[in-house]
């Protein structure tokens, strides 16, 4: 079953998805790139009428790391810039140099807002962040090193 695109009349028992570069937990008799999905029924009711359905939970879509898009043009894209309380880390709420960063780079590489699409709505304070306050520190460090290099070589 080579075959890209296979006609039914009713729903398949499951659909054998084969991963380019990524191994799973290996199933029984099936290879460690190879992910049995499974279909799922569900019941419902709207005005009155009772009704099932059969899907197949799968939705064919791409995605990249910031650090693959790095460097990258991407003419358009759904970006995912909602904090959420598993993203912030809590030990520093005011700051946090991991979103400021992802933010730089995610936006970055869309080139043009038609192109961008937010996978959901975000607040004003999901992209109000600031470097890390060591960053900065370490920015004047770094300064003061060029200074004093030049002033040294100067004279």
Same mark, same amino acid.
């Given at each position: ?45 709207i ?28 003419p ?39 192109g ?6 975000? /607040? ?11 960053? /900065?520190?370490?920015?004047?460090r ?14």
């Amino acid at each position: 079953m080579d075959e890209p695109f296979v006609l039914c009349d009713s729903p398949p028992r499951l659909i054998l998805v084969r991963h380019n570069r990524i191994s799973a937990l290996p199933f029984t008799n099936l290879a460690t790139d190879v992910t049995p999905v499974f279909p799922i029924e569900s019941r419902s009711e709207i005005h009155g009428v009772l009704f099932s359905r059969t899907q197949i939970p799968l939705t064919p879509a791409f995605a990249i790391t910031n650090y693959k898009s790095e460097g990258e043009t991407i003419p358009s894209g759904i970006l995912d810039l909602k904090i959420s309380s598993t993203k912030t880390d809590t030990s520093r709420p005011k700051f946090n140099h991991k979103h400021y960063t992802s933010l730089n780079v995610q936006l970055g590489r869309i080139t043009s807002l038609a192109g961008l699409w937010l996978r959901e709505p975000i /607040q004003l304070s999901d992209v109000q962040y600031k470097p890390d306050p060591a960053l /900065q520190v370490e920015v004047d460090r770094l300064a003061a090193l060029d200074r004093n290099t030049i002033k040294v070589w100067s004279s």
